[in-house]
């Protein structure tokens, strides 16, 4: 497990140049009649990635995950899977399979049988079959259930079954959609766990659907936020949530503070931002910003500093505002502080002393603060 | 429950049942009647079943029947299946209004209309009437019965079905054989055990489309009864109604016992 550890870090194909995609959306447009569900998109995923796309119902997403699978035909462009382009070859002829969100067991069929249905079609060997089919039964920890049909299984049963089908031919990529949609919150987080450990043995590329953030970030090694048939940001699930290119991708991923306002100064590497809400935000490391730009501050709330008197310091980065709710969740408190200009920020404290001496309560006057490094510029 | 039986409930249940099985409940007890004279009882006997047997012309015509509706239950259920798949799965060809009404027509069209213009098609086409004639004809009223009840559990197909068996590399015409068949299997079955039935006891299409050589049972049924009703008519009544009475109810009680297993299973596979 600890070189399987090392190896997951250092992988990071999508930063060396000389790295060849595995797969490749090249302006891949697909239209509904009028509506067009993928919009001139470009992505590349590589070899042994766990890829998730991420997006609201409604986004393109599945739609993405179809065509890569073949059940749908880009109205336009291309898919490259290892170099060779997909257009016209039927879904039974290509190297991938998929797992489905509903899971599409057969129902007629046993355990076992389902896992074999695609070996069969293969026209593998019975002994090599049912070698195989013992293999993958092991896999997801099903020996028992071989002769069971379907209907005689609970819901995380089944789903391991789908999986196991899915992967019993070694597809060149395993596409995945909402793989964990249907199983209940205790069981999603083990299946994720279960799902990382699978990809890492066998070595597949993996490309999941989901609309869920939290599933998307522990789970993938880059995520794609899609909105409207359009790639909004590729990147790893801490870049995503640290350094947002966008507000719609901030606000989508976690939650957000954003602050409207104009560059002011630019000095050194600390651009200096008027808000609207009427103080000052220094922000280091920014990148460029002209003078007069309008432009937004983007902080989560675990950086926002809440306290009851006024922090020492230069006056940039602080402002004061009134309690306006607390939710204290046990591990963590969530404060909402309201400013003067009417604006709520959102504010959460990881309680890591039992008793909190001093504490805030609704109506008390508050101070928040941040520091320079912790919030992005966004001018989009 | 029982406690809301009132008397009223009891006396209209007791009409119903009568008015629909009164006639039938006679049928049967006269068919095991001594006399030759059908409406005055003399003791019970069974000659008249064993009479049957003797009879040519009931046995030839009962033959002739059951072949004709193995035969055509078969190929409808094979046009209506193929029917209903077109139905459901190209929801975008165009005319499909207009062909689904023209599939479902014959099943409020007046049998007489349907007879009578098969009969008018094989005669302007000089097709010789006999046994063809009545399969064709039962095949093309059939299987509009087919295809409606295929139809009905093609809507509630899981389409991903399909396309799981096509992603794990079956191409269509094994996907259809490997997996969409095999699960709407029980709606083709009833659909030709309808069919079959429908053709059992079809009396009108049979009397327009048949030739001579080619008489169905009910044909020779309805024609014996104009002479006047045998013992022996109610003899043969009496088997078809058990044939039927033995074929729905074996149908049903293995469709219930298959649904409380399938009940008792999903429960036990979810406590775990």
């Not at chain 2, 197909?157 to 094994?174: C, I, N, T």
């Amino acid at each position: 497990m600890n070189s399987l550890g090392s190896i997951r870090r250092s992988f990071a194909p999508w930063a060396d140049p000389a790295a060849k995609p595995y797969i490749s959306f090249d302006g891949v447009t697909k239209r509904f009649g009028d509506f067009t569900a993928v919009n001139d998109l470009s992505l590349t995923i590589f070899e042994r990635e766990f890829f998730a796309l991420l997006g609201a119902s409604g986004c393109g997403k599945s739609t993405l995950l179809r065509m890569l699978a073949g059940f749908e035909e880009p109205s336009a462009g291309r898919i490259l899977l290892d170099g060779q382009d997909l257009a016209g070859i039927p879904p039974y002829r290509r190297p991938v399979n998929m797992m489905f969100q509903s899971y599409a067991l057969f129902p007629h069929m046993t355990v076992e049988q389902n896992i074999a249905f695609g070996l069969k079609q293969d026209g593998m060997p019975k002994a090599q079959i049912a070698e195989r089919v013992a293999s993958m039964l092991k896999l997801v920890k099903l020996e028992q259930f071989a002769r069971r049909k379907p209907h005689q299984l609970s819901g995380g049963q089944r789903q391991r079954v789908a999986l196991a089908r899915s992967v019993a031919k070694r597809p060149k990529v395993l596409l995945l959609d909402e793989p964990l949609g249907a199983l209940d919150k205790k069981l999603r987080e083990e299946t994720q766990f279960e799902l990382m450990d699978l990809q890492q043995q066998l070595g597949l590329t993996f490309v999941v659907v989901t609309h869920d953030q939290e599933e998307a970030m522990t789970m993938a090694d880059r995520i794609a936020i899609m909105d409207k048939g359009e790639v909004r940001q590729v990147a790893t699930p801490a870049e995503v949530y640290e350094a947002p290119n966008s507000r719609f991708v901030a606000d989508f991923v976690g939650s957000v503070n954003l602050f409207e306002g104009t560059v002011s100064g630019n000095g050194g590497n600390i651009l200096t931002i008027a808000a609207s809400d009427g103080f000052e935000i220094n922000v280091e490391n920014a990148g460029a910003a002209a003078d007069g730009a309008n432009v937004w501050f983007a902080i989560r709330p675990e950086k926002v500093r809440v306290s009851s008197r006024a922090p020492e310091g230069s006056g940039a980065n602080v402002t004061e505002g009134e309690i306006w709710d607390i939710a204290y969740l046990g591990d963590m408190t969530i404060y909402h502080v309201r400013l003067p200009s009417g604006r709520v920020v959102k504010a959460s404290q990881v309680n890591a002393a039992r008793v909190i001496e001093d504490a805030l309560t609704w109506h008390d006057k508050a101070w928040i603060s941040f520091a320079p490094d912790s919030g992005v510029v966004l001018t989009a | 429950m029982n406690a809301s039986w009132s008397r009223f409930n009891i006396a209209s249940i007791v009409l119903g049942f009568a008015f629909l099985y009164l006639p039938i409940v006679l049928l049967v007890i006269y068919s095991f009647n001594e006399s030759r004279l059908v409406t005055v009882w003399a003791g019970f006997s069974t000659r008249w079943y064993s009479q049957l047997l003797q009879n040519q012309g009931l046995m030839d015509a009962a033959w002739v029947t059951a072949r004709v509706a193995f035969i055509s239950a078969s190929v409808a259920t094979v046009l209506g299946t193929l029917a209903a798949i077109a139905l459901t799965r190209h929801t975008r060809f165009r005319g499909r209004v207009l062909f689904t009404g023209m599939v479902f027509a014959p099943l409020v069209m007046p049998e007489v209309i349907t007879g009578l213009s098969l009969l008018l098609l094989f005669v302007a086409i000089g097709f010789e009437r006999g046994f063809m004639t009545v399969t064709l004809a039962h095949i093309t009223f059939s299987m509009c019965f087919v295809a409606v009840v295929v139809q009905s559990r093609l809507l509630t197909f899981d389409r991903s079905l399909e396309e799981a068996a096509m992603d794990l590399g079956a191409p269509p015409v094994k996907t259809f054989f490997q997996v969409t068949l095999p699960v709407i299997a029980p709606a083709v079955v009833s659909g030709w055990m309808l069919a079959f039935t429908l053709s059992l006891d079809d009396l009108v299409i049979a009397s327009f489309t048949s030739g001579p050589g080619a008489t169905t049972l009910p044909m020779k049924i309805y024609s014996q009864v104009r002479l006047g009703v045998t013992p022996e008519i109610n003899a043969i009544c009496t088997i078809l109604i058990g044939v039927v009475a033995v074929g729905v109810i074996a149908a049903s009680l293995v469709n219930k016992r298959r649904e409380v297993q399938r009940l008792r299973d999903e429960q036990a596979a979810q406590r775990g």
